[in-house]
């Protein structure tokens, strides 16, 4: 806009609502150059052709504003265009820079509003005019659309849009954060946005590495909050506006998304979430774990999950095993226990983020749910439930023959297995391999009727791999009932004597004579024995069975009989091998 040259009439600068009825009365009488009764205009006609539906604030005397302009002539002659230049017009109204027509006409405008202004020569060049663009006595026509206006008593201005309902904590000086952006000037035109960029924006807050406004911006704001925040030009770019997008003198709009926040200085995050009822022993260092997680971003973006894969994670925790921030947030947690970890990207993945999910310098939240965990050097936890009110005298040892009811769960409380569905105890022989390591510990020492409640490491159990049912590296929890025991016989051993065997043991087991003896008469011989109280067989396996393998035993020759000369007491077979062996 040209600058102002002398008037012909000396106004005095209107307060807005004098002007403003001004105008209607202008507006009244018409958009001509001359009044109703053939005089010359008095004040300035303002046209409000274009309004926008929102308009936060008016220009008002002292403010700057941006605009463009086609300045005409009655005839419709342009004689001047800040379109032509491609310059928007950056002035103070108010204050004697322009002409007065136009510093009254600009007043009360909001941005993107669009006027037509005509300025009698009184109030635009007078008698004079302004040599060879503008003659003496000349009505303008002007049509202005204002961009930007901004005072320099503004401050920033910040709109919350969305707030969501759990703050962890809020943006300080010093602190780092993420967040995404749209940024545009005054009138809604955008100038730069994050979003197309693939990534948030990643910056401290406080220390110089934004423009002033923006770090007074982001303070105060909560992970997934929105804001609008509109930064004057002094606190923005200034006079020298930035590149070719942001002109000078621009007032700045940026829509913002916090993603996240953390200071160099923060530690891992720890919140209970669900602490079962009894907690006689916490995870340290060392122990080996298995746990469920969900892991998400503080926005609330989801990256991970173990209960997608159905599989728990497990790990040794404070052994370097896993993230630093997770190796500590998970020392102290109790069996069953779901807590929520949040960990500062320098005890996470730090600026670099890894794979497509976690970016750089990102803040993890995990929620865990502590399915069990043990130590390498644990033995099975045994807890005596009830003990039978007679007075026992035996009690289980290597080599008993015993029955006993069972369940087996993990200590998250999910059933494994249980021996009532099979509608018989169970049935084993202790110290013969032929049940989990632990669970044969914690049947020994028991009296029939005794219960127990038996913790067994994974490592005294199924291992690592597990087995089918039971997932790798579990702890078991067993509840035992012991039904029955008998004494078991010597390893190796299928039958056993209470009293010497007969003087002449394979005439009194050839029944009819013949000089051998066949299964038929071996079976009858060795259940007499059994019947009259003189021997006994192996505890837990088929009679028959049992004495079908006596007999192959003893069948050197696998013919089908046996002779004198085959026929040997176990025992004999031990010396003899003792002798062989010397």
Known sequence: MFPAGPPSHSLLRLPLLQLLLLVVQAVGRGLGRASPAGGPLEDVVIERYHIPRACPREVQMGDFVRYHYNGTFEDGKKFD?????????????????????????????????????????????????????????????????????????????????????????????????????????????????????????????GSGWLIKGMDQGLLGMCPGERRKIIIPPFLAYGEKGYGTVIPPHASLVFHILLIDVHNPKDTVQLETLELPAGCVRRAVAGDFMRYHYNGSLMDGTLFDSSYSRN???????????????????????????????????????????????????????????????????????????????????????????????????????????????????????????????????GLQGMCVGERRQLIVPPHLAHGESGARGVPGSAVLLFEVELVSREDGLPTGYLFVWHEDPPANLFEDMDLNKDGEVPPEEFSTFIKAQVSEGKGRLMPGQDPEKTIGDMFQNQDRNQDGKITVEELKLKSDEDQERVHEEL
């Open 81 to 205: 265009s800040s379109y032509d230049r491609n310059t928007l017009v950056a002035i103070v109204v108010g204050v004697g820079r322009l002409i007065t027509g136009m510093d009254r006409g600009l007043m009360g405008m909001c941005v993107n509003e669009r006027r037509r202004l005509i300025v009698p020569p009184h109030l635009g060049y007078g008698s004079i005019g302004l040599a060879g663009l503008i003659p003496p006595d000349a009505t303008l026509y002007f049509d202005v659309v204002l961009l930007d206006v901004w005072n320099k008593e503004d401050t920033v201005q910040v709109s919350t849009l969305l707030r969501p309902p759990h703050c962890p904590r809020m943006v300080q000086d010093g602190d780092f954060v993420r967040y995404h952006y749209n940024g545009t000037l005054l009138d809604g035109t955008s100038f730069d946005t994050s979003y197309s960029k693939g990534g948030t924006y990643d910056t401290y807050v």
């Open 311 to 441: 599989h728990t994670y497990n790990t040794y925790i404070g052994q370097g095993y896993i993230i630093p921030g997770m190796d500590q947030g998970l020392q102290g947690a109790c069996i069953g226990e779901r807590r929520r970890i949040t960990i500062p990207p320098h005890l996470a993945y730090g600026e670099n983020g890894t794979g497509d999910k976690i970016p750089g310098s990102a803040v993890l939240i995990f929620s865990v749910h502590v399915i069990d965990f043990h130590n390498p050097a644990d033995v099975v936890e045994i807890r005596t439930l009830s003990r039978p009110l007679e007075t026992c005298n035996e009690t289980t040892k290597l080599g008993d023959f015993v029955r006993y009811h069972y369940n087996c769960s993990l200590l998250d409380g999910t059933q494994l297995f249980t021996s009532h569905d099979y509608g018989a105890p169970q049935e084993a022989t202790l110290g013969a391999n032929k049940v989990i390591e632990g669970l044969d510990t």
